[in-house]
């Protein structure tokens, strides 16, 4: 069946450092590719997306790249904010799933000043 | 607050009890989803109603639980008979009848079954 593997958290690290978190799909087809955030005591939202490979999904200095031939999403941000602290959810959808996603158990992130 | 919203934020109750929870989505979207999530991993798939009709449900999903969108609103989700192994965050979401996957959630409502 369809999978997603992050690597596993937590990760911590200092304000202004770099920033990667990798994740790794199995699919079935040719899915759309996502990457969620959870803020403490917040619902998940979604931080970018790329539908297909070679796409660049990019917002709030986050970036990711659809890599088909090595089924890779990886997470990047060149410079941390403590505000990106929480938890990111790598996750894919198949279009003929109707918006139903298969989710990455998520890496815990927290930048310290 | 035009997002998803979930009724109640956290449920406690004891083993053997019924249960239920309340999703509102975002009023425009036809798609709504449950999903569960435990401590230390990602959401998983429950079930998903586009309007009223209720289109797919996990094996996840035992008899004893049971969802409805009756309006095409609304959804509630029941869980029958509740075992310490239902504790979770049950998670709800909602799209746009288009098919881009993107998912918008509410907040949760966490359960947790003495």
């Known amino acids: 069946g369809d999978s997603v593997t992050q690597m596993e958290g937590p990760v911590t690290l200092s304000e202004e450092a770099f920033l990667t978190i990798n994740c790794t799909y199995t699919?079935?087809?040719?899915?759309?590719l996502f990457w969620y955030v959870q803020y403490p005591g917040e619902g998940l939202q979604l931080l970018l997306k790329a539908t297909k490979a070679d796409d660049k999904g990019s917002n709030k200095g986050f970036e990711a790249t659809y890599r088909k031939e090595t089924t890779s999403f990886h997470l990047e941000k060149g410079s941390v904010q403590v505000s990106d602290s929480a938890v990111y959810f790598c996750?894919?959808?198949?279009?003929?799933?109707?918006?139903?996603?298969?989710f990455g158990d998520g890496t815990t992130l927290t930048v310290k000043p | 607050d035009t997002g998803v919203s979930q009724d109640p934020r956290h449920k406690i109750t004891k083993r053997g009890q019924n249960v239920t929870f309340r999703c509102d989505p975002i009023?425009?979207?036809?798609?709504l989803y449950w999903y569960r999530q435990t401590l230390g991993q990602g959401p998983e798939f429950l079930t998903y109603?586009?309007?009223?009709?209720?289109?797919?449900k996990s094996r996840l999903l035992s008899d004893r639980f049971s969802a409805e969108r009756p309006k095409g609103s609304f959804s509630t989700l029941e869980i029958q008979r509740t075992e310490q192994g239902d504790s979770a965050m049950y998670l709800c979401?909602?799209?746009?009848?288009?098919?881009?996957?993107?998912?918008?959630f509410g907040e949760g409502s966490r359960l947790t079954v003495l």
């Open positions: 109603f586009q309007n009223e009709a209720q289109l797919e």
């Open positions: 979401a909602s799209s746009l009848d288009v098919d881009t996957g993107e998912l918008f």
């Open positions: 009023s425009e979207h036809n798609r």
């Open positions: 699919a079935t087809g040719y899915p759309s």
């Open positions: 996750a894919l959808s198949l279009n003929t799933n109707a918006g139903k996603s298969t």
